[in-house]
């Protein structure tokens, strides 16, 4: 069964460095998606990709996280600088259909000290 | 801004039994909902959808309610077995105002099943 991909499953490091998060999506897959997930609350959109264009980043924190699709297919989430309050888990997920049946990644928990 | 609340943070049954998470959202704008069961240290996994024109849709031991006059959402789970322990989401897709097109998430219930 097709899943989508992330790494690291874990991520630990000091506030003010800078950490990366990758996602390949389910093969087909034109939308993908990053959320941020706080312990104990439902996943929050941060970006939304169609293809390679990003479609909605309303919730992106610009001043320090940045999303790319280059060729459409996997993505990289990155925070630089982090902060302690990015501490969460950080999912990715794809869809054929924009905002239907959305297929999760296990997720890269980062704790930021 | 609009969102999706769940009425029990926390639901305890016995193995076998019937299991009935509820789920109230604000948004009547919203065209499709979904549940979906998140374990420990996992991602959210798809159990269900159903679309704001049908009330009822059935799965393998699960089935989702839609009542749009109270807008109102419920998942069923039959039979419950202890791996059917884990936190329950249900989320919305608004087609209107800010939040058109993206999956908003309830706060989830927890489900312990006890032997």
């Known amino acids: 069964e097709a899943e989508v991909a992330q790494s690291p499953r874990y991520k630990i490091t000091e506030k003010s460095q800078a950490v990366a998060f990758w996602c390949d999506p389910i093969?087909?897959?034109?939308?993908l998606y990053w959320y941020r997930q706080i312990l104990g609350q439902g996943p929050e959109l941060l970006v939304q990709?169609?293809?390679?264009?990003?479609?909605?980043d309303s919730q992106l924190p610009k001043d320090r996280f940045s999303a790319e699709r280059l060729k459409g297919v996997d993505s990289t989430l990155k925070i630089q600088p982090a902060e302690l309050g990015d501490s969460a888990m950080y999912l990715c997920?794809?869809?054929?259909?924009?905002?239907?049946?959305?297929?999760f990644g296990s997720g890269t928990q980062l704790s930021v000290l | 801004g609009e969102s999706v609340g769940l009425h029990l943070p926390t639901l305890s049954v016995q193995e076998g039994d019937n299991s009935i998470i509820n789920c109230a959202y604000s948004n009547s704008a919203s065209d499709y909902f979904i549940w979906y069961k998140q374990e420990s240290g996992k991602g959210p996994q798809f159990i269900i959808d159903i679309r704001s024109n049908m009330d009822k849709r059935q799965g393998q031991r699960v089935t989702v309610l839609l009542n749009k006059t109270v807008k109102h959402l419920s998942l069923q789970i039959a039979a419950t077995q202890p791996g059917d322990s884990a936190v329950y989401f249900c989320a919305e897709r608004p087609i209107g105002g800010t939040s058109y097109g993206k999956l908003t998430f309830g706060q989830g219930t927890i489900l312990t099943v006890h032997p």
């Open positions: 093969s087909g897959h034109a939308t």
């Open positions: 990709f169609q293809d390679e264009s990003v479609v909605d």
């Open positions: 997920a794809s869809s054929r259909d924009n905002g239907e049946k959305l297929f």
